[in-house]
């Protein structure tokens, strides 16, 4: 699958898991890792078709707040590296 239906897979997913945001935390943490990953400018691809600063354009279009979905993120790393949590 190339990155752009990666992109509006992921899209979709956290669109669908959004409103039920607590139960599905870790969830969204790891769908907006990913995102964010495919958004980097270290796939040429991605690059080109979506420049830099795209993902957080992304996030604010959205109607997501780009701290809340850092602190995602950040829970969704700490449990792969079996660390804390931000929200506990």
Do not use: N
Not at 8 to 26: D, F, G, Q
Not at 53 to 72: L, Q, Y
Request: aromatic share 12%; hydrophobic share 35%.
């Amino acid at each position: 699958m190339d990155a752009t239906k990666q992109i509006e897979s992921l899209w979709a997913r956290v669109e669908e898991l959004a409103p039920r945001t607590s139960k599905y935390r870790l969830v969204l943490g790891e769908c907006f890792y990913r995102l964010r990953s495919l958004y980097s400018g270290h796939q040429a691809d991605v690059r080109r078709t979506f420049g830099r600063g795209v993902f957080e354009a992304e996030i604010v279009k959205r109607g997501f707040r780009p701290r809340t979905v850092r602190g995602w993120i950040e829970d969704y790393e700490a449990d792969l590296d079996g660390g804390p949590s931000s929200t506990y």
